[in-house]
């Protein structure tokens, strides 16, 4: 698919990418689409500094963290990136990243990914042009708030890294988005991933009705509606919700347990449902929910979450599949996703990769990003093609 982008702005510096060992996959997909978009673009005269270097084979800048025996590390970048704008990914989330400390395989945690992110940035030493973070999962994102005597580890976070010089963190649905205030000052995006979602569903679904008397949204908890009054917007449904009734006299790993799940809404008999939400842990809130969404007649269950963890395995959702409380997970590819979870009959995948490349593309020509971060348009135009078609093409060029 051609590159259709109007950027008519001249490049912030040398593009360059780094992938930590936690995203390289998702950072190779990316380069592909920058590499084949610059080619393809029309240019300028080559003799413009302002586009030295514009066409690469590889935007790639390979960097590495070397682990001792003992488990401490250092960061290292084995090219100059002098003057270059410096995309950073990292998945703190990426558990399949073993290292051997004291003659085990130790799997890295977020805590070390995080590490490892500023080992790199300060391996850069200050060299490059700009610095920006790619952090689809925001490190400590859930240890957002403080109650009682509690460490406020998300916003030390990002404070952390702007003090080391990034400019800009570019985030995916931050379970709140009010942290950026922990940084008024400095570049904050927070990206919601509904495009993809809604391309996932519709093209691997083909007889859904998209009406509020055979469609409906749920919101798991009170924390996620915004997430479902945007999405039914776009479909022009109904939206419903679940209050969570926990037990604050207990902590159980980490968080007080959940007591019972209450419905609030219209009626769900006969219709399919779409729970949606930032992220499946373990996943056993939300697959209580959709079974009690069964119990009230409804016909299938949609479960939409930018992150899929699946902390407690695939056993659970299986047994779910099975059971039929779920007709299909999608989740994004921001975080690592295990080959078995890939061929399970009931998992789709939202890919996120040519999205991050058009933000990397007009944050280094430093464009605006605004209709990027509003594809109300783009909802639009897939949602009607469906309603007239029931799929959706791969014609449609924008993200």
């Given at each position: 698919?051609?590159d259709?982008s109007?950027l008519v ?9 780094i ?12 380069d ?13 005269d080559?003799t413009?500094?302002h ?6 084979d ?8 070397p682990?001792?025996?003992?488990g ?10 002098r003057g ?44 490059a ?13 859930r ?24 400019t800009?963190i570019i ?21 919601m991933p ?22 409906m949204?749920i ?33 159980v ?5 959940i ?14 449902v779409?729970?949606i ?11 209580d929910?959709?079974?009690k ?9 949609f ?5 899929g ?9 299986d ?10 997970i999608i ?5 690592y ?12 995948s939202?890919?996120?990769?040519k ?12 464009a ?6 509003d ?5 639009q ?17 924008p993200?």
């Open positions: 698919m051609p259709s109007k702005t001249v490049p912030v510096g040398r593009l360059g990418i992938p930590m060992a936690s995203c390289k996959e998702m950072g190779e997909r990316v592909q689409y920058l590499v084949r978009w610059r080619r393809e673009r029309s240019k300028p080559n413009d500094i586009f030295t270097g514009y066409e690469k590889s935007y790639i800048i390979k960097s590495e963290c682990r001792f025996s003992s401490e590390a250092k960061g290292t970048i084995k090219e100059s990136v270059t704008d410096l995309y950073i990914l990292v998945d703190v989330c990426n558990y399949n990243i073993e290292y051997n400390m004291r003659g085990r395989m130790v799997p890295m945690s977020p805590d070390e990914h995080y590490a490892d992110l500023k080992r790199v940035i300060a391996a850069a030493a200050g060299k042009t700009r610095i920006n973070v790619i952090m689809p999962f925001l490190y400590e994102s240890q957002h708030k403080r109650n009682s005597r509690e460490s406020l580890d998300s916003a030390l976070a990002l404070k952390e890294l702007v003090d080391y010089g990034v800009n985030t995916f649905d931050a379970h709140d988005p009010r942290v950026m205030n922990a940084i008024p000052v400095s570049g904050f995006e927070n990206v509904t495009y993809q979602f809604i391309k996932s569903l519709l093209r691997s679904t083909s007889d859904l009705t998209i009406d509020k008397d055979h469609l949204v919101s798991p908890d009170e924390g996620a509606m915004h997430r479902a009054i945007y999405f039914a917007n776009h479909f022009g449904i109904d939206v419903g919700m679940f209050y969570k009734r926990r037990d604050y006299s207990k902590i790993n980490g968080k007080n347990p007591v019972k799940h209450e419905f609030l809404g219209d009626s769900v008999d006969g219709k399919d779409i729970i939400d930032d992220m499946i842990a373990s996943g056993e809130s939300m697959l929910v959709a079974k969404l069964k119990a009230l007649h409804a016909k299938r269950v479960c939409l979450a930018t992150f963890l699946f902390t407690a395995g695939l056993d659970i959702f047994k779910a599949y099975e059971e039929g409380s779920i007709e299909k989740t994004t590819n921001v975080t996703q295990d080959p078995e979870l890939l061929k399970r009959p009931w998992y789709e939202a890919d996120m990769s999205y991050i490349a058009i933000i990397i593309d007009h944050l280094n020509h430093d605006s990003i605004s209709d990027l971060l594809p109300r348009e783009r909802i135009t897939r949602v009607n093609e469906y309603r007239q078609y029931h799929t959706i093409s791969d014609n449609y060029t993200v």
